[in-house]
């Protein structure tokens, strides 16, 4: 009897170790989703679910996500960005032409693609540059440019970070005047951003050339997908149309690029959306935020994202004012800073760490000197231009 017993119980051990360690990984490679689903729930408690949560979601930020998220899936999966970034890498001879290349790379696709697309996109390009080439002593300094360079090369287009697209659609904001509001913060940091990487010594380098055919017509009609994504982004057409021809195309031509998408981050928004829904519907957080709003918008906004991030603060804080510029602003130049204030800092972390055996404690030391400096520059400008 004690036998049986004793040999039983090792299984439900292991069982529910095996439970424990799926708990903590999905925790820890969802954590920005977990926080927002905590948060969102407590938030619950004080405004308990009504009629009035449909009206948090916006749907059309949802699914412009969606659309571009999809879209790019189906390119990386061509492998089209790899083939575009080697073509561009492949010019250049030495270290610093090679990290200004990369950094530039991502600076554009963050513009394109969204800026936590573009560094899983071009991360893995740039690990590849530097271990091929044994410059890995340039990994870290790489990695932290490519990551400014995404938070901040995305703030110029409506679709380039996800807080943009939300409040370029929940403001109404014309096109003209967003690029207009946010050319100057991106021309200081395409400057400070090239001044940085000019201190890379110009040593000799060279990258084998790998050949990669694209399916032309797959290649094509995924281009073709692509702007129909951005026109529905610029509301040339209803964002339906997208939600209806992308899928269908996709469930033709790669099914796996709709599996691939990131569906945590949807879900994040979801949450999000919940949670700052609920937060100005409390009165005292109503005051609070209102005060602080309307007193800088501008130092409120970046603040905020230091600590509840980016997506969130954009979200929350669209409650309280209607100064739409400060607030775009703050919260993309707010991206750079502390390692939570965007998304696209964390996936950063997680693909330095993967690869460098969790070296952290000086990346970490690096990356918050390089982050604070260019944050604390940007604000400062910005408060002279708004």
Not at 229 to 246: A, D
Request: charged share 10%.
């Amino acid at each position: 009897m004690h036998s049986a017993v004793h040999r039983q119980h090792p299984h439900r051990h292991v069982h529910f170790g095996d439970i424990c360690r799926y708990v903590l990984g999905f925790v820890k490679k969802n954590a920005v989703l977990c926080i927002a689903t905590f948060v969102a729930v407590i938030t619950c408690f004080f405004i308990p679910p009504d009629s009035e949560y449909l009206s948090y979601f916006d749907l059309k930020t949802l699914t412009c996500l969606f659309c571009v998220l999809a879209v790019v899936c189906a390119l990386r999966n061509i492998r089209f960005f790899t083939f575009l970034a080697r073509k561009i890498v492949i010019l250049f001879k030495n270290t610093r032409a090679s990290i200004l290349a990369l950094v530039y790379i991502t600076f554009l696709g963050s513009m394109l693609i969204a800026n936590d697309m573009a560094l899983l996109t071009f991360l893995p390009l740039g690990y590849f540059v530097l271990s091929t080439t044994g410059k890995k002593k340039y990994m870290a300094f790489t990695f932290i440019m490519q990551n400014i360079a995404a938070n901040l090369g995305g703030m110029l287009t409506p679709f380039g970070n996800p807080q943009n697209l939300y409040l370029y659609t929940k403001f109404t904001i014309p096109t003209g005047e967003f690029i207009a509001t946010m050319l100057p913060p991106f021309c200081i940091s395409v400057a400070l951003i090239t001044v940085c990487c000019l201190f890379v010594k110009k040593e000799p380098l060279t990258l084998e050339e790998e050949k990669i055919a694209l399916p032309k017509w797959r290649t094509v009609i995924y281009l073709l997908l692509f702007a129909l994504s951005i026109i529905i982004v610029f509301r040339v057409i209803p964002f339906w149309t997208g939600l209806i021809v992308i899928p269908i195309a996709l469930l033709f031509m790669d099914r796996k690029a709709l599996l691939n998408v990131d569906y945590g981050l949807l879900l994040t928004f979801v949450m999000f959306f919940i949670f700052s829904g609920n937060m100005a519907r409390i009165p005292a957080v109503q005051s609070l935020f209102g005060s602080l709003m309307e007193q800088n918008p501008l130092l409120v906004s970046v603040f905020s994202c230091q600590i509840i991030s980016n997506v969130p603060s954009a979200i929350l804080l669209s409650q309280f004012t209607t100064n739409w510029r400060a607030l775009l602003v703050g919260v993309n130049i707010g991206g750079v800073g502390t390692l939570i204030s965007s998304l696209a800092s964390l996936i950063t972390f997680r693909e330095y760490t993967s690869k460098t055996d969790g070296k952290a404690s000086k990346y970490i030391l690096l990356f918050s000197a390089f982050n604070f400096g260019f944050l604390i520059l940007l604000t400062v400008a910005q408060s002279f231009i708004l």
